[in-house]
C-alpha cells in the first residue's frame, strides 16, 4: 500500500509570493488532514476534509491560506501571499473515515525569505 | 481547549539506558492518547496508542499506560537503542471536542542515543 505523497518536499520563496503544496493521500482514505509544523513545535491542524467537505477550517488563516480537495482524492494547500512566520513544514495526512490512526506525508519543508 | 505538555529536550541517553519521557494532557472529553515518532527525514508515525482509562499500549519495546486520575500518558523503553534517536509527540484526539477526528499534539521531545 501506498504511503501518503507530497510535493514539493521543499520550497523557497520570497516574501508576498504565492506557493501551493500537493497532497495525495493513501487510496481509499476519505479523510485527509493538512498540518502547519514550526521548527520545535507539534503539529497544529490547519484543515480537514471528509471526502470533498470540509469538517474543520478554524484553525486556517483565510487572509492567506486555502485549501481544496475538489474531487475527493488529492488536495492543494495555498499561501497567498506569504510571510516570514509561514516558514514550517506543512504536513498532510489520511485516515479511514475521520477515525482511528492518522497516516502522514513526508512534508513540504516551506522558507518564506 | 484541549492540550498536551511534553517535557524538553534534547533527552540525551547511552545505549541500553532506561527510557521515561512524560506527557500529560488536558481535555474536556475522554480522549484517545498517542505517542507518534519522526525519524530524521520523514514523516509522522504512530508509535503507540490508547483508548480508554488504564489501557497500555506498547509497539518496539515501547509502552505508554493512560492514567486518567493523573491525566498522563508516559512513554518508557527499558533499554533503548542508536536506532531510536528520533523526536517522540504525544497526542490527544477528542471526539467530544471537535467535529473530526483531529489530533492536538505536544511540542516533541528530541532522544539522542549514544553508543
Known amino acids: 500500500e501506498a504511503g501518503v505523497a507530497q510535493s514539493p518536499r521543499y520550497k523557497i520563496i520570497e516574501k508576498r509570493q504565492s506557493v501551493a503544496f500537493w497532497c495525495n493521500p493513501i487510496?481509499?482514505?476519505?479523510?485527509l488532514y493538512w498540518y502547519q509544523q514550526i521548527l520545535g513545535q507539534g503539529p497544529k491542524l490547519l484543515i480537514q476534509f471528509q471526502n470533498n467537505g470540509v469538517v474543520d477550517d478554524s484553525q486556517l488563516p483565510k487572509d492567506r491560506f486555502s485549501a481544496e480537495r475538489l474531487k475527493g482524492v488529492d488536495s492543494t494547500l495555498k499561501i497567498q501571499p506569504a510571510k516570514l512566520e509561514d516558514s514550517a513544514v506543512y504536513l498532510c495526512?489520511?485516515?479511514?473515515?475521520?477515525?482511528?490512526?492518522?497516516?502522514f506525508g513526508p512534508g513540504t519543508r516551506l522558507t518564506v525569505t | 481547549g484541549n492540550s498536551v505538555t511534553q517535557m524538553e529536550g534534547p533527552v540525551t541517553l547511552s545505549e541500553e539506558a532506561f527510557l521515561t519521557i512524560n506527557c500529560t494532557y488536558t481535555?474536556?472529553?475522554?480522549?484517545?492518547l498517542f505517542w507518534y515518532v519522526q525519524y530524521p527525514g520523514e514523516g509522522l508515525q504512530l508509535l503507540l496508542k490508547a483508548t480508554k482509562a488504564d489501557d497500555k499500549g506498547s509497539n518496539k519495546g515501547f509502552e505508554a499506560t493512560y492514567r486518567k486520575e493523573t491525566t498522563s500518558f508516559h512513554l518508557e523503553k527499558g533499554s533503548v537503542q542508536v536506532s531510536d534517536s528520533a523526536v517522540y509527540f504525544c497526542a490527544l484526539s477528542d471526539p467530544l471536542n471537535n467535529a473530526g477526528n483531529m489530533l492536538t499534539f505536544g511540542g516533541g521531545t528530541r532522544l539522542m542515543v549514544k553508543p
Open positions: 487510496s481509499g482514505h476519505a479523510t
Open positions: 495526512a489520511s485516515s479511514r473515515q475521520g477515525v482511528g490512526e492518522q497516516y
Open positions: 481535555a474536556t472529553g475522554y480522549p484517545s
